[in-house]
């Protein structure tokens, strides 16, 4: 027998099927029974000797066998193998043969077992604690690095031949099966002096089955060709290579032709030079497409001269590598990360898009980008489309919104859309870009085409790999909220009545909202640091971003139907400076919360439907300029469910007289909580899944997936519209309430419970948007229609002594206003706590309307009467005309200068960059004496840079010229318990 050999560059020569066909590959070792004769069971030659004389001999361990067979397209250069069966056969060298860059180990193996419980080394590069192993393991091929751990290659399949390889080419390592590459693998460095076939050694991890062919080869860097440099038909290779090539170019010629698309020769995010906060910026939103490298490549970008968005089109998928505010040169992506991960049916997580290949997660570089592959078992890319944003729901400027508000909002909208392997199940993944906003949106939905149900068990909607040191200036938050879904430390849902907590559902209860940081399980790199470190530095290690649901939502969906996920906003903030931040979210809801611009003074009337108390009532509000009537305000006095004819034609009287005063009317109602909805039943509560009984956090309460939802939904709308309501004024649903119960007709049990209620409370928002009402709503559904919601609340507040309320109410407004605008909270003045009626406390009912109607909150006075006498009368026509006077600033941000304490001055500023009145700046005194101070008054966002031209309290103006701050010193004098104002233009 001849043994086995060294060959080098041979095969070329003999067939098509194999060997150095590039000159750039060089075969340093390779092993085979060429010559062996084919005679089958015979013992295997004792040494295996290296011609070329670079590698080592292998020594025999053990009496191997030689079988009479070889892969198929091996059997034009030998037709034998040798056939490992006890644990003591292997062939062993002294030193290992694969060290340093750019090289590729393979072999043709073939195992006897489909199942090989522990570890199986068919081939041995040093051993499993330095080094590698190329070995079954259990029913898996897989790479064993040292140190580190395995990697699966493809199942085993038994008595069939299979060629796997490890290539090592710039520095990263990768595992092939059949000349497909199908994983990443750890970084292989050097190994211990060991290299052995069939075993690590006599006895340590021996495989059971037959080697046919071992060889290793190193190639110049970047010029190793998959479809010509393996031991396989190489011309079958080629054909699928190109085959590949050509899918990739019609991907990316496909995309390209995509209408809306802008194909382009270099990528160009056209940064503004003014700050958006202040002028207005004009760049429209764009989509670019860069070809690259033949249509094998392309890069995508979303840019509207703020932020931008890119995407890297490479082997039939798409990722994310680039998330930018461009006009600060500010990058926020860091490692490539899927565009979705589901999980489907309960099964594991599916990625939807993405690219791996990357060395490492600390960071991108772009000459990494032509290594980057798609995992095999990812959703691919198939097509996308550009076009305008759509609007959520539908909305007309109304009740004093500007009515040159665009909506939807202008940009673009740009949907990728990813097949499953079986071509199944498509996701679209929705993203939109805003004019003038640095945001960017991003939703999905997931398109049912087979034959049977599916359950989405779980998703997440953003997944991305930030970088630690630009996460803290990004804001992320979904339109997924109600009263607890957003109950964090730093949340801006109300997060009130916490209690029915129990552990064990927790996040049915309190969600903890939709955004979470945590470690990136991916980014090995990544320093540990000791406790200090990592409270100075913010946690970085917390750098992965999700965007999911706590729990849920376990969706059924059925064949031909679509799931629609939540939407997820992501804010690009400039600076960690915290005012700025929340300018940024504060403008972000006047654009894609629109209704959030709108603005009624509202009175409320307690617990009546009296046409002689509120006809009166209506005449001085059409007198004054107040907007709205609630009527009646108090639990108990209106049902929107019952649609007999007393109770629409009591409201409907209300709602007439109204309208011909120009008053809107709504009415109060607890809409599920605690009203005793029928009886059990009637199955309408939520299910306690902790008690099995009916309950929730807020005791008693209505399932918003139950029949009730039915009951309610369609005698609500046949109400307000017979009654002629304007107005849509419910307390709660607060809900995202978990429940149980197994037999509602609109979800199937707990797991789909919240997202259930959700989708219904955001429908009911949408119908009332689309019937023009004002709707007002003490939850968080500002993406989702709602107008506005508490600015500061607690019960026991209204009852209070009303001079004690105004600085309180100060603080409300001061504390409120960081994360809304003042119109997306409410503010309530109670003139019920003037013992003696409002003519004889006159003062004291002025001191709380100035502080509440110059904070540009929505106003709600409660009370039968808004005058009793002339001097109310003429306190309220005084204070409504100054207010109708300068509504426009009062209608703008807040910029928030000093907090009410009741010990001195306290006072914020108005802006409004685009108005005459550029800002307006109102200082409260709350001692009781008077103070003279001068204030350094913020005048950036005004708008102002040299000179500012400020009156005090509507008096003559005087010149200030602003500092290297654009601040000026203020000197002002304000009365004991009094206040003042200060216009600047």
């Not at 060997?19 to 295996?48: M, S, W």
């Not at 670019?288 to 001269?305: K, V």
């Not at 990812?378 to 097509?383: D, R, S």
């Not at 019937?771 to 003490?778: A, E, F, I």
Request: aromatic share 10%.
């Amino acid at each position: 027998m001849g043994g086995w050999a060294w060959r080098a560059g041979l095969l070329a020569a003999a067939t098509t099927m194999g060997g150095a066909a590039d000159a750039a590959l060089t075969v340093r070792a390779q092993y085979n029974l060429r010559g062996a004769g084919g005679i089958r069971d015979t013992a295997a030659p004792e040494t295996l000797a290296c011609a070329v004389g670079l590698g080592p001999t292998l020594a025999r361990r053990g009496s191997p066998r030689v079988m009479s067979d070889g892969p198929a397209s091996r059997h034009a250069v030998y037709d034998s193998c040798v056939k490992f069966e006890a644990d003591d056969q292997c062939y062993q060298g002294p030193a290992p043969l694969a060290q340093g860059d750019n090289w590729v180990l393979e072999t043709w193996v073939r195992a006897t077992r489909a199942e090989d419980p522990g570890y199986h080394a068919a081939v041995a590069n040093g051993h499993g604690g330095i080094g590698f192993l190329i070995a079954q393991h259990g029913g898996q091929w897989e790479v064993l690095v040292g140190g580190i751990g395995g990697t699966p290659l493809a199942p085993v399949k038994p008595d069939t031949w299979t060629h796997l390889a490890v290539v090592q080419s710039g520095g990263q390592a990768s595992g092939w099966v059949d000349g497909r590459r199908v994983s990443r693998l750890p970084a292989i460095g050097g190994a211990a002096p060991n290299f052995a076939v069939g075993a690590t050694s006599p006895g340590k991890e021996p495989f059971h089955g037959w080697v046919a062919e071992v060889r290793y080869s190193t190639f110049a860097p970047g010029r190793f060709d998959p479809a010509a440099d393996f031991l396989l038909d190489n011309e079958r290779l080629r054909q699928v290579a190109a085959a590949e090539l050509a899918a990739r170019a019609r991907l990316v010629g496909h995309l390209r032709a995509t209408p809306g698309v802008t194909t382009v020769a270099r990528l160009d995010e056209r940064p503004t030079a003014d700050d958006w906060l202040i002028r207005p910026v004009t760049t429209p939103s764009t989509v670019q497409l860069l070809p690259e490298d033949q249509d094998q490549r392309a890069r995508i970008m979303l840019s509207n001269g703020l932020v931008s968005r890119t995407f890297l089109v490479a082997d039939g998928n798409l990722a994310c590598f680039s998330l930018r505010r461009a006009d600060h040169d500010i990058e926020f992506v860091r490692a490539l990360k899927p565009e979705l991960r589901l999980r489907l049916d309960n099964g594991g997580w599916t990625e939807v898009g993405g690219l791996t290949g990357a060395p490492d997660h600390a960071f991108l570089t772009p000459r990494w980008y032509a290594g980057l592959e798609a995992r095999p078992d990812a959703w691919k890319l198939t097509g996308m489309a550009v076009g305008p944003c759509v609007k959520p729901y539908d909305w007309q400027p109304k009740c004093n919104a500007p009515a040159n508000i665009p909506w939807p909002a202008r940009g673009r909208r740009v949907t990728f859309t990813f097949a499953s392997p079986d071509g199944e199940l498509l996701a679209d993944v929705h993203y939109e870009i805003y004019d003038g906003l640095p945001v960017i949106s991003k939703t999905f939905s997931l398109r049912n085409r087979t034959a049977r149900e599916v359950v989405l068990t779980q998703f997440e909607g953003e997944h991305l790999a930030v970088a630690p040191t630009t996460s803290k200036l990004l804001h992320v938050e979904s339109d997924y909220s109600f009263a607890t879904a957003n109950f964090t430390d730093r949340c801006s849902a109300l997060g009130i009545h916490a209690g029915g907590n129990n552990g064990q559902y927790r996040d049915y209860y309190l969600g903890g909202g939709t955004t979470r940081f945590i470690r990136d399980p991916d980014w090995g790199s990544m320093a540990t640091l000791n406790p200090a470190e990592d409270l100075f530095l913010g946690d970085p290690e917390n750098a992965l971003l999700l965007s999911r649901p706590t729990v849920g939502p376990a969706w059924l969906i059925r064949p031909g139907e679509t799931f629609d996920g939540f939407r997820t906003f992501e804010i690009l903030n400039d600076s960690t400076e915290e005012e700025r931040q929340f300018l940024a979210q504060r403008r972000f809801y006047r654009t894609l919360a629109p209704q959030t611009n709108e603005k009624m003074l509202e009175v409320h009337a307690p617990v009546t439907r009296d046409m002689k108390v509120l006809g009166p009532l209506m005449d001085q509000m059409a007198e004054l300029g107040f907007e709205q009537l609630q009527a009646p305000e108090h639990p108990g006095g209106f049902n929107y469910a019952d649609t007999s004819p007393a109770n629409i034609a009591a409201m409907k009287a209300i709602c007439d007289y109204g309208r011909a005063k120009g008053i809107r009317v709504g009415a109060y109602q607890l809409m599920m909580a605690s009203q005793g909805w029928g009886s059990r039943e009637d199955n309408y509560n939520c299910i306690d899944p902790s008690t099995g009984q009916p309950g929730s956090l807020f005791g008693q309460s209505a399932c918003g997936a139950s029949a009730w939802a039915d009951m309610y939904y369609r005698g609500m709308w046949q109400t307000i519209e017979q009654a002629g309501m304007g107005a849509f004024k419910p307390d709660g649903p607060y809900h995202g309430d978990p429940c149980a119960a197994t037999d509602h007709p609109h979800h199937r049990g707990l797991a789909d419970s919240q997202w259930a209620q959700w989708k219904w409370m955001c429908s009911v928002l949408a119908e009332g948007q689309r019937r023009g009402l004002y709707l007002t709503v003490p939850d968080y559904y500002f993406l989702n229609g709602q107008v506005c919601t508490g600015m500061g609340y607690r019960e026991a507040t209204d009852n209070i002594d009303i001079v004690l309320q105004t600085l309180i109410y100060r603080q409300y407004i001061y504390d409120g206003t960081w994360h809304k605008t003042p119109g997306m909270g409410w503010v309530n003045l109670n003139t019920e706590v003037l013992r003696g009626g409002l003519e004889a406390n006159v003062d004291r009912y002025e001191r709380a309307l100035i502080v509440l109607l110059s904070s540009g909150a929505q106003v709600w006075v409660r009370g039968h009467r808004l005058y009793d006498g002339p001097r109310s009368q003429a306190m309220l026509t005084r204070w409504m005309a100054w207010y109708k006077r300068h509504r426009e600033v009062l209608g703008g941000d807040i910029i928030h200068l000093r907090r009410p304490d009741g010990r001195g001055l306290d006072y914020y500023l108005h802006v409004n960059p685009a108005g005459r009145e550029k800002g307006l700046l109102l200082v409260f005194n709350p001692t009781d004496e008077a103070i003279t101070q001068s204030l350094s008054v913020p005048l950036y966002y005004t708008g102002l840079s040299d000179t500012a031209k400020i009156s005090a309290q509507d008096g003559p103006a005087k010149s200030y010229r602003l500092d290297r701050g654009r601040q000026v010193r203020l000197p002002v004098t304000v009365p004991a318990g009094g206040f003042g104002w200060w216009v600047v233009r």
